[in-house]
C-alpha cells in the first residue's frame, strides 16, 4: 500500500479553509489502496505529526491534542521519510507520496513544494515555478497578455513606487481603468486584502489594505460578468471539467460570501452560452498548460453580461477541496466521484516523478 502523507493547516490567511479542505479528503481517501498520515502545520507555522481524528482538525484544537509530535519533513533525497520527535527518540517514517491540502501563502505557492523536490518526494498538483506564477496575479496577468488571453485592464505597484508616486498612479487608474475597479495584493487569496472601488476617493484606502498583506498589488478594469470557473485535471493531456458558475450573495465574491454567510450558490452548468462555454473550457486547458501546471487547477473568468464576452481572471492551483466544493462538483458532473478523484489525483503525482 501506498502511504499518502496529506498536509493541512499552514501559515497562510487560508488556514481554516484548509482545514475544511482537508477533512474531506482525510475522510475520503480510498483506505483500500492508501495508507494516510497527516502532518498538521500550524498558522504560525509549526509542524506535527497528528495521529488523532478529524474531529480534532474541524475544532482546531489538533495541535494541542496528546495525538501531535513534532514533525518534519527530511530535504535529505535518501531519506524520503517524516522525520517524528517522539521523546524516546527521532523516528523515521517512510512516505510514498504528499498531497498538500494547502490553500494559499506558503502552500499554494511554490514555497513547500521546493522542500518535496529536494525531498524527492512525489507530490499532487503544480511544481514549483507553476505554482508561484500563477499565485502571483501580476505574473499571472502578465502572461496572460502574453498568450493573448482576453483579460481585464491592469496596472500594478509596488509599496515603495507608490509611497513616491501615490497621486500619478491614482490618475492612472482613473483615466486608464475608470470605476469601478478592483484593487488586490499579487499574492493573495480568499478574497482577502481585495476591495471593489467605485469613486477615487476611495482608491486610496483601497491600496493601503492590500498592501497590509503583500508588497506588490495590482488595480484591475471591473467587468460586469458572471463568474465562472473550471476544474482541469491532468499532467500533458489535462482534461477541463464542465463550467460552473458562482453566484455571491455579495456585492462580489468576498471573503464572507465564499465562506462565512453561506448563501453564495454555485450552479452547474453556468448559465452561459454553449459559445461562452466551449471558449472557457479551451482557454483553461490553453492556461493550464502554457503556465506549467500538472495534477489540478481551477481556472476563473467573467462572461461579459452584454456581449457573452470570455475574460480570464485568474488561475488557482490548489483550489477550496471540500467534497461540496467547485472543483470536485464540476468533476463529479462527469461521473468522476470525489474518491475516485483523489486516487486519480494521486496517480498523477506518482506518474510525473
Ligand atoms: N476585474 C474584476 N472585475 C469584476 N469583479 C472582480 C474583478 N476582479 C475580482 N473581482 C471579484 O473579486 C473576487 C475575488 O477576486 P480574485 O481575483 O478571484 O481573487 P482571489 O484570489 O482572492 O479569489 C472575484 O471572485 C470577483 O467577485
Ligand atoms: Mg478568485
Redesign the pocket.
Known sequence: MKIVLVIFGGKSTEYEVSLASAISVINNIPKDIYQVLTLGITKDGSWFLFEGKTEEIESDTWHTSISATPAVISPDAKEKALLVFRESGVERVAVDVVFPVLHGKNGEDGVIQGLFELACLPYVGCDLISSAVCMD?VFTNTLADALRVRQ?KWLAIKKFDYAQSAGEFETQVTSYLGFPC?V?PAN?????G?S?VKTPDALAQAMADAFVHDHKVLV????N?Y?VECAVLGNDDPLPSVVGQ?I?SNE???YSAKYIDNASELIIPARISPESMEAVRACSVKIFKALGCSGLSRV?F?VEKTTGEVYF??I?TLPGFTSISMYPKLFAELGISYPELLDRLIRLALEKQ
Do not use: R
Not at 493573495?188 to 482577502?192: D, E, K, R, W
Not at 484591475?220 to 467587468?223: A, N, V
Open positions: 496575479k481585464a478592483f488586490k493573495a487569496g480568499s478574497s482577502v481585495i471593489k484591475e478594469e471591473g467587468i460578468g463568474e458562482v455571491p462580489f465574491y468576498d476563473d467573467f481572471n485568474e488557482n
